[in-house]
């Protein structure tokens, strides 16, 4: 849809999680359809890692008339991450204090850090009750963060290929790509541009846990006869340098990786276990067959441990990234879950 998005300005100190501060914040987001006279229609959508505010352009066909999700019904809103370089304060923004982008002198921040700004907006917009919490991936992460921190907030909860904690071997594909952006030696240099060779071979690295072995046999095979320039090798190219002219300068990226391994809802609360048996409300959990970055094995555990789940998992011939791509059959689930 290309709407331009919404700024609110929070002008006090922001206190980060690992006890920096920022000293003011801005928050980009865009909203779809009208918030109703109770305000008791209300859907936030919470985007991954590299996605941004508008979600009914990287997640569309969920918010559509016809959806379950009907922006005639429903008041749909979606706020830019903490650090993402899309409107909200990333290292990006500009310091108040030395009136020059932050770069890489950026604090460190946490999935703690981002829910704590999207609870400052929800106050701004004067909501006191959100009748369906939507993520998929990293959008989960936020999703379970604050339903946790809020336990009376949330109506329902729908979580896509997503998790209540970072797992080692996601955490090892993040440490794999932080190592692609600091063997870039302009990564922490002070420049929209700085890392970005770095930044494209993280965006590969990244890749290959988003899709599979599968769908690369089906859709990047050469004939026999090629002994150089495989589509493979220009595809997974073109991904990392696409990424890396989408503002996704090094420091950035590397950021927010080290973000998605704060992530765990357990953290201070007592057991993991616990924390999920303290979920009391409807959850639908929808995991992805071929996913190799969320593994059924792990979403059927997670499934094992909430109060009120509808629990599927829906084949797909794009591994992770299904989550973005299968909204037909996604649609179908919530379609059934919130009727």
């Given amino acids: 849809m290309n709407q331009k998005a919404l700024l609110y300005k929070h002008d006090e100190p922001f206190n980060l999680e690992r006890g920096e501060v920022l000293p003011q914040l801005e928050i980009a987001y865009h909203t779809v359809g009208t918030l109703n006279a109770e305000k008791s229609n209300v859907v936030w959508v919470f985007h991954a ?49 030395s009136k020059q982008p932050y770069y890489s002198r950026f604090p460190f921040i946490t ?35 604050w339903a946790v921190q809020e336990p009376e907030l949330f109506e329902k909860l729908i979580m896509v290929a997503t998790a209540p904690k970072e797992s080692p071997w996601r955490i090892s594909i993040h440490a794999a790509q932080r190592l692609a952006i600091e063997a870039d030696p302009t990564w922490k240099d002070d420049g929209v541009d700085a890392g970005t060779a770095g930044v494209a071979a993280s965006r590969a690295i990244g890749m290959l846990s988003y899709r599979n072995h599968e769908i690369f046999e089906k859709t990047q095979k050469d004939d026999e006869s090629k002994v150089d320039d495989f589509k493979a090798d220009s595809y997974i190219r073109y991904q990392g340098t696409k990424l890396a002219n989408r503002k996704f300068n090094g420091f950035l990226l590397w950021n927010l990786t080290k973000a998605l391994d704060s992530h765990d809802v357990s953290r201070g609360r007592g057991t993991l276990l616990e924390v999920l048996e303290g979920i009391r409300i409807p959850v639908l959990q929808i995991a992805i067959a071929s996913d190799l970055l969320f593994p059924v094995e792990e979403q059927r555990r997670i499934a094992d441990h909430l109060y009120q789940v509808a629990y599927h998992e829906i084949e797909s011939f794009y591994g992770h990234d299904g989550f973005l791509t299968e909204t037909e059959k996604i649609n179908g689930l919530i379609d059934q879950f919130i009727a």
Avoid at 81 to 97: E, K, V
Avoid at 122 to 145: N, V
């Fill in 111 to 145: 999935i703690k850090d981002m829910v704590h700004a999207h609870r400052l907006l929800k106050t701004h917009l004067g909501i006191e009750k959100i009748a369906i919490g939507l993520g998929g991936s990293m959008g989960g992460f936020q999703t379970f963060e």
């Fill in 49 to 97: 890692l590299t996605a941004n505010s508008e979600a009914t352009d990287w997640w569309s066909g969920l918010f559509e008339k016809n959806s379950a999700i009907n922006p005639d019904k429903y008041f749909i809103i979606c706020a830019n991450i903490l650090g993402s370089p899309y409107g909200t304060t990333s290292p990006l923004s500009i310091d108040p204090a």
